[in-house]
C-alpha cells in the first residue's frame, strides 16, 4: 500500500505541478474473523461501484453489467471477463469457492452478484461496529479489549500494534504439529525438494505461530535468505489454489495450531 500511495503521490504531483505529501496517515486496516468474514468483505468491496450514487437505483441486470465492465477494479479478472493484474493474488478467495478449479471464477461471480439482491445486514452491522475489526460480537470485543490493555502501555494511539498479540508457540512445537499433519519427519521442512510446498507452508506459520521474522525460518529451514522466503510464501497461493489436498492440509494446521496457541496465555504488552 505505501508503495502504491508513493507512486500515485509522484504522479499526480507531476501532472498538477505541486509537491508534497497528498496522502496522511496510516492506511486503515482491520482485523477480520475468518474466511466467512473475509469472503463477505470481498463482496462487499466488489459490488462498492454499484451500491453508490444513481447505480443503486438501477435495475438489478444494469447494476451486473456495469459490474462486469467496471474498469477500476479487479472483479472483472476474477471472473475470468478480463486479463489478471500481476499484483493480485486471486488464489486465496478463489480456492474458498466449491467445485472444480476451473469452475471458481463462475462460483465467484455468483456468489458476489447474489448480493445485489440479498442484503447482508448482518455483515454491514459488523462492518461498521467497530474501527478496529470485522467479526462476530465476541471477536469485536475480544479485539477491543486487547486494544484498550495496550493502550494503557502505549503514549500514543497510533503506537498500537497487533502484530503480536499472543506469546510465541516455540518452533519446534509448530513445525512437530506440521509433521503429523503432512506426514512427515521434522527434517522433511528443512530439505530442498522441487516444487515442494513443505518449507514455504512451514515459513508461513513459523512466522505466524512462532513470531519468527523471515531471516529467522530462513536460518532454521536451511533457506538462502530471507528475501528467498519471501518468494517461496508469494508462490504459496498459487500452489493452494491448485491442490485441494494441500488446502485441506494447511486448514488443519491452522486448526491445530490456533487450538496450541489459545492455551497460551495472551500478552498485551
Known sequence: MHSLSTAYTVYYNLRH?????????????????GD???????????????QVGDQRHRPVEER???????????YPSYIGKRKAF??????????????????????????????????????KVALK??????????????????????????ARPEDVSFRRITEPLPANDVLTIMGKIFEVDVEEFSRRRHNSPLRAVAARFLIRYAGLSQREVADLLNVGS???????????????ARDRRLRCQVKQAEEQLEERRCAHRVKYG
Open 36 to 50: 466467512d468474514y473475509l469472503l463477505a468483505l470481498s463482496r462487499y468491496v466488489h459490488l462498492n461501484p454499484v
Open 226 to 240: 530471507g528475501a528467498s522466503i519471501c518468494n517461496q510464501l508469494t508462490r504459496l497461493p498459487g500452489k493452494l
Open 129 to 154: 461496529f467497530s474501527p478496529r475489526s470485522i467479526g462476530s460480537d465476541g471477536f469485536r470485543a475480544w479485539i477491543d479489549e486487547l486494544y484498550q490493555k495496550r493502550l494503557e502501555t502505549h
Open 17 to 33: 505541478g505541486r509537491h508534497g505529501h497528498l496522502l496522511d496517515g496510516r492506511f486503515k486496516a482491520k482485523l477480520v474473523e
Open 64 to 74: 451486473i453489467e456495469a459490474l462486469r465492465a467496471y474498469r477500476w477494479s479487479s
Open 86 to 123: 500481476d499484483f493480485v493474488e486471486y488464489g486465496p478467495l478463489l480456492a474458498e469457492m466449491r467445485g472444480r478449479e476451473r469452475e471458481w471464477p463462475k462460483h465467484y461471480r455468483e456468489f458476489v452478484e447474489t448480493g445485489l439482491a440479498e442484503s447482508d445486514e448482518d455483515f
